[in-house]
């Protein structure tokens, strides 16, 4: 039999706050900019980037430049990059474009959202290291 892991309360707490406030934020903008099924998702294609951009400079400096703490991943990672970033509104919205018929639109932000995406996971590691080679 394994020996099951006992969740670590403090852990749980920081991953509820950090998703609670990305969550929110990317609610707020998304009230604030509302966009039609025809037009392109600013909002949810904005924190999608940035909370990869985010989700890339706090993995690799957590890692490589910081002293490790438990905490800290949870609370920025999974918390804060996970409530404010939204694959499942994505995913709703391009299945709305394609209702909407508006094929090119649908097919044009799925590639430019998952490219964006890793571009910006790899401009922000990319600056972690230059940082940390100069230092």
């Known amino acids: 039999m394994w020996p099951v892991a006992r969740p670590d309360g403090r852990e749980l707490v920081a991953i509820f706050l950090g998703g609670a406030l990305g969550a929110l934020a990317r609610t707020l903008l998304g009230v604030a900019f509302p966009h039609a099924p025809t037009q392109w998702p600013w909002p949810t294609f904005v924190v999608n980037i940035v909370g990869a951009f985010l989700l890339g400079y706090f993995a690799t400096r957590l890692q ?4 490790l703490s438990s905490y800290r991943r949870p609370l920025l990672g999974t918390g804060l990059c996970g409530g ?6 994505m995913q709703v919205e391009i299945l709305v474009m394609l209702d909407h018929r508006q094929f090119a639109l649908a097919l044009a ?22 940082v940390r080679v100069r230092a």
Do not use: D, K, W
């Open 64 to 67: 490589e430049r910081l002293p």
């Open 84 to 89: 404010l970033t939204t694959f499942s509104t």
């Open 109 to 130: 932000y799925a590639l430019v959202s998952v490219v964006a995406g890793y571009a910006a996971i790899h401009l922000a590691t990319a600056m972690v290291r230059r």
